[in-house]
């Protein structure tokens, strides 16, 4: 068994930004079936680069691509855009959902992704959970705008604002965690 290797950080963002630019490229220059196309063959190349780096495959990157093949697949397949349109809504409702749901049974979904990077106590999950969560539903909320009342290269061009607002979002919690973060046991290790 081959052991996990870290990425740089660097590489991991141009994998996860990669496909996004590509299909943004793609619909200004052609249109949104061939993007779409183009799309789903980057995501399934993104991943296995990714894969060849880490020997892992992430959680996120996997459900999105899954989503991308299947939403991707109906655009191309019935020749209507609105399946791609609606993927980033349903995949940010889903990931709202999950966060939500795992919180009324009390499981912290978000301390079983980064429990091993991050040590919180679980109140300080529970913040950080409603706050992805509601950050989700607001990037559903801002694709349903954008799709319906916007052209296509200006909601491609959406998407890769989704990114970034993630992004400055996932930034913006570090004081958070660093207020709530537990010191490590000395004797521990």
């Not at 949104?32 to 894969?51: Q, Y």
């Not at 399946?83 to 749901?101: H, N």
């Not at 990114?163 to 537990?182: E, N």
């Amino acid at each position: 068994m081959k052991k996990e290797r870290a990425i740089n950080p660097l590489i991991k963002l141009g994998l996860d930004l990669g496909p996004l630019v590509i299909f943004f490229v793609c619909v200004a220059r052609f249109d949104i079936f061939f993007a779409t196309a183009v799309f789903m063959a980057a995501m399934v190349v993104s991943l296995g680069i990714g894969f060849s780096i880490e020997r892992k495959v992430a959680v996120m990157p996997l459900i999105t691509l899954v989503l991308v093949m299947i939403f991707g697949g109906l655009t191309l397949w019935l020749h209507n855009d609105i399946f791609i349109r609606i993927k980033p809504t349903i995949l940010y409702a889903v990931f709202c959902t999950v966060l939500l749901i795992g919180l009324a049974y009390n499981r912290i979904f978000l301390k079983m992704l980064m429990g091993q990077s991050v040590d919180l106590p679980d109140a300080a999950w529970r913040v950080l959970t409603w706050r992805w969560a509601l950050f989700f539903l607001a990037l559903a909320i801002a694709n349903e705008t954008v799709w319906r009342n916007f052209s296509d290269k200006t909601w491609a061009a959406s998407k890769i604002g989704f990114f970034a607002v993630t992004l400055v979002f996932a930034l913006a919690q570090t004081p958070f965690l660093l207020r709530h973060q537990r010191e490590k046991d000395p004797e521990a290790t």
